[in-house]
Structures are given as structure tokens and as C-alpha cells.
Nanobody
Framework: QVQLVESGGGLVQAGGSLRLSCAAS????????MGWFRQAPGKEREFVAS????????YYADSVKGRFTISRDNAKNTVDLQMNSLKPEDTAVYYC?????????????????WGQGAQVTVSS
């Protein structure tokens, strides 16, 4: 089992920044590729970003490319999502996910573990 706990959500004005953090406990963190997903009201959960086990390669949804940065620290068992130039359409609950599969093309059904979610609200 892997337990994932997100933190850092909140309310921010458009153009602002937030940093989400996900702390993992349980099994060896470096055995898992990690990802961030988000779900807006009335919409399906969608991929945001992912990172390989060693943190050497990252992947992003087109909608956040150039604005969001995913990173991980295997010594601290954390994965972060730095979100800059936020837009109202980024408003959603953001979920951290761990997978024994690959980081490339990560789909929500491939996640083995999920965090509880963190609300991000961007006002216009």
C-alpha cells in the first residue's frame, strides 16, 4: 500500500501561482511513476502531468505545458506541482497518483493509488 496526501491547494487570482505537494508513505516511493490529475465539476478526471521514477523525464497535458512543472524528491518521498500563470479554467480538484506502470501517456485507470485531492480555485 502507498498512502498519498496532497497539500497546498487554495484560492488564487488569475495569473497567480500555487504549489501543490504530495507526500507518499508506505512502499518504496522510487518504485512508482507519479502523476497529477484534475477533475472539474461535471467533467471527467483528466491528466495534468507525470514524472518517471528517477525524475529524469516529465510529461504534460497541452493545456498546462509551459505553465506547470512537476518534480519529485525521492529522498523526501514527495512529488510537487508548481502552477504558474493560473487561469480560471485550471479550477479543479487536483489528485496525486502513483503507478507501477509508465509515466508516458498515463491514464487515470492506470493509477494504483490516489490521494484525497486538493481544491484549486482560480478567480478571474
Amino acid at each position: 500500500q502507498v498512502q498519498l496526501v496532497e497539500s497546498g491547494g487554495g484560492l488564487v487570482q488569475a495569473g497567480g501561482s500555487l504549489r501543490l505537494s504530495c507526500a507518499a508513505s508506505g512502499r518504496t516511493f522510487s518504485n512508482y511513476a507519479m502523476g497529477w490529475f484534475r477533475q472539474a465539476p461535471g467533467k471527467e478526471r483528466e491528466f495534468v502531468a507525470s514524472i518517471t521514477r528517477r525524475g529524469t523525464t516529465t510529461y504534460y497535458a497541452d493545456s498546462v505545458k509551459g505553465r506547470f512543472t512537476i518534480s519529485r524528491d525521492n529522498a523526501k518521498n514527495t512529488v510537487d506541482l508548481q502552477m504558474n500563470s493560473l487561469k480560471p479554467e485550471d479550477t479543479a480538484v487536483y489528485y496525486c497518483a502513483a503507478t507501477t506502470g509508465g509515466a508516458i501517456g498515463l491514464k487515470s485507470y492506470e493509477a494504483d493509488y490516489w490521494g484525497q485531492g486538493a481544491q484549486v480555485t482560480v478567480s478571474s
